[in-house]
């Protein structure tokens, strides 16, 4: 994947190891703050604080940060899958220092850019998290289905080169 600079000056890069304990600190500092929208404290995400997870995330070429120049603004774990024109985007998370800036539609943004050859986007967020909810539906997700307190969205492309019906695809759990 290269780097896609987008209008807003926001690029993607794939994780590199010496920023992994930065990403951890603003993965834990970013979910915290869920306890304001709904969360209760220790309503986060499965091994948002793991420095060993982020890292096995980066050697799978999972774990991309977000970077404005060379400032680290945030973070992605996105699993593309070719074979179904799919990309799933595991987790999401802005440094809580420019929430409510506009970095997380732009990081939708980037994301959705880098993998310009998927037809469909898929992601899954708590019921209760109102922000994330809202953000999704924001950043053009439709709602696909609610299920175990989760709420599982989708965004699909089409294109020249992408089908313009696609069915339904697998989402990882």
Same mark, same amino acid.
């Not at 603003?26 to 304001?36: G, K, L, P, Q």
């Not at 880098?114 to 998290?129: E, G, R, S, Y």
């Given at each position: 994947?290269?780097?896609?600079?987008?209008?807003?000056?926001?690029?993607?890069?794939?994780?590199?190891?010496?920023?992994?304990?930065?990403?951890?600190?603003?993965?834990?500092?970013? @979910?915290?703050?869920?306890?304001?929208?709904?969360?209760?404290?220790?309503?986060?995400?499965?091994?948002?604080?793991?420095?060993?997870?982020?890292?096995?995330?980066?050697?799978?070429?999972?774990?991309?940060?977000?970077?404005?120049?060379?400032?680290?603004?945030?973070?992605?774990?996105?699993?593309?899958?070719?074979?179904?024109?799919?990309?799933?985007?595991?987790?999401? @998370?802005?440094?809580?220092?420019?929430?409510?800036?506009?970095?997380?539609?732009?990081?939708?943004?980037?994301?959705?850019?880098?993998?310009?050859?998927?037809?469909?986007?898929?992601?899954?967020?708590?019921?209760?998290?109102?922000?994330?909810?809202?953000?999704?539906?924001?950043?053009?997700?439709?709602?696909?289905?609610?299920?175990?307190? @989760?709420?599982?969205?989708?965004?699909?492309?089409?294109?020249?080169?992408?089908?313009?019906? @696609?069915?339904?695809?697998?989402?990882?759990?």
């Amino acid at each position: 994947m290269g780097q896609t600079v987008g209008r807003s000056g926001m690029y993607l890069v794939k994780a590199e190891a010496k920023q992994i304990e930065k990403i951890v600190d603003m993965s834990i500092r970013a @979910f915290e703050t869920d306890v304001t929208v709904g969360g209760k404290k220790g309503d986060c995400p499965p091994e948002f604080d793991s420095i060993e997870w982020h890292q096995q995330m980066a050697r799978e070429g999972h774990l991309y940060q977000a970077m404005i120049g060379k400032d680290l603004v945030g973070a992605a774990i996105v699993f593309p899958d070719e074979t179904e024109k799919s990309v799933y985007i595991g987790r999401i @998370f802005i440094d809580p220092v420019y929430h409510r800036r506009g970095y997380g539609l732009r990081l939708m943004d980037c994301i959705e850019k880098n993998f310009p050859w998927a037809a469909a986007f898929h992601l899954d967020t708590p019921c209760w998290n109102e922000r994330t909810n809202a953000f999704y539906k924001k950043s053009g997700y439709r709602t696909i289905k609610v299920e175990d307190g @989760f709420a599982f969205y989708q965004k699909r492309k089409s294109g020249p080169n992408l089908p313009q019906q @696609f069915t339904e695809s697998k989402i990882p759990v």
